[in-house]
């Protein structure tokens, strides 16, 4: 007998009940959902370790890449990792009482609010960085030079459907 990973075992089953379905497309989305999964759990370890969620860390890796002030108005962060600013407000209040960043008035002026990193801020997240980089070699490494590149030209393509590319 064949061995089958869970998703075809799926699919198998799917199509024995319902051979009237074309059951194919849940081979590659099914496989991937399983691998994004995996690679989340591997993924938020490392942030782990450094005592962040994948939020928190989401939220001073969006500061670092700001570069110097380290510094974005709270709606810009919302909006550079992709979450409402209800959940931003709570991530924030989180990395303020831990001293990674904080709240303050722009520069010149009074009226416009900016969260930035601390200098503690930064030596955690530049450290968290260096590990999720080694970490994320670590993971695809796992696939062929040549899987890699296929790989990536494939899901920029399929991502490119959902969020056009943007210039620099």
Same mark, same amino acid.
């Given at each position: ?35 994004a ?7 938020? $370890? ?21 570069? $110097? ?29 831990a ?23 930064? =030596?955690?997240?530049? $450290? ?12 695809v490494?796992?696939? =062929?030079?040549?899987?890699?590149? =296929? ?8 991502l ?9």
């Amino acid at each position: 007998m064949t061995e089958l990973d869970r998703v075809a075992r799926i699919q198998h089953d799917w199509q024995r009940e319902r051979p009237d379905l074309d059951v194919t497309p849940q081979g590659v989305i099914g496989r991937l959902h399983r691998l994004a999964a995996h690679l989340t759990t591997e993924l938020t $370890a490392v942030y782990e370790k450094h005592g962040l969620g994948e939020g928190e860390f989401d939220v001073l890796a969006a500061l670092r890449r700001a570069g $110097a002030p380290y510094e974005r108005a709270p709606g810009e962060l919302a909006e550079h990792t992709m979450v409402t600013t209800g959940a931003m407000t709570k991530r924030l209040d989180r990395l303020a009482a831990a001293g990674l960043v904080e709240r303050r008035n722009a520069d010149g002026d009074g009226r416009r609010r900016v969260v930035a990193l601390t200098p503690r801020g930064v =030596s955690v997240i530049d $450290a968290a960085f260096t590990d999720h980089m080694a970490n994320e070699r670590r993971l695809v490494d796992q696939l =062929s030079a040549a899987d890699r590149t =296929s790989l990536e030209t494939t899901l920029t393509r399929w991502l490119a459907l959902y969020e056009p590319p943007r210039r620099g």
